[in-house]
Nanobody, 127 residues
Framework: QVRLVESGGGLVQAGGSLRLSCAAS????????MAWFRQAPGKGREFVSR????????YYADSVKSRFDISRDNAKNTVYLQKNSLKLEDTAVYYC????????????????????WGQGTQVTVSS
């Protein structure tokens, strides 16, 4: 059983920064790509960012490119999302997700490509 636990959400002013963490347990974390998705109130869940299993490649949605940075520490079984220059429209519940299959390096932005999900952490950006 794979377990993903997000942390680091909260209330932040526009223009501020926040770092989310996702701790994984239950399987060989270092073999799987990881991603962050978010769901704003009244909207569907959308892709935010992905990092390959070995950390060698990253990918971002256009809406967060140059503001967010995804990274991972395989020794700690943790993936991070550093969020800078936050905007009101970044308000959402943020979810981390683990790839369905090991050692895939292609870019996957669809939720169906991810087999495991955390419970989500709320990020609220205020003016």
């Amino acid at each position: 059983q794979v377990r993903l636990v997000e942390s680091g959400g909260g209330l932040v002013q526009a223009g501020g920064s926040l770092r989310l963490s996702c701790a994984a347990s239950g399987r060989t974390f270092s073999c799987y790509g990881m991603a962050w998705f978010r769901q704003a109130p009244g909207k569907g869940r959308e892709f935010v960012s992905r990092i390959s299993w070995n950390g060698g490649s990253t990918y971002y949605a256009d809406s967060v490119k140059s503001r967010f940075d995804i990274s991972r520490d395989n020794a700690k079984n943790t993936v991070y999302l550093q969020k800078n220059s936050l905007k009101l429209e970044d308000t959402a519940v943020y979810y981390c997700a683990a790839d369905r299959f090991a050692r895939r390096s292609a870019v996957y932005t669809s939720q169906t490509e991810y087999g495991y999900w955390g419970q989500g952490t709320q990020v609220t950006v205020s003016s």
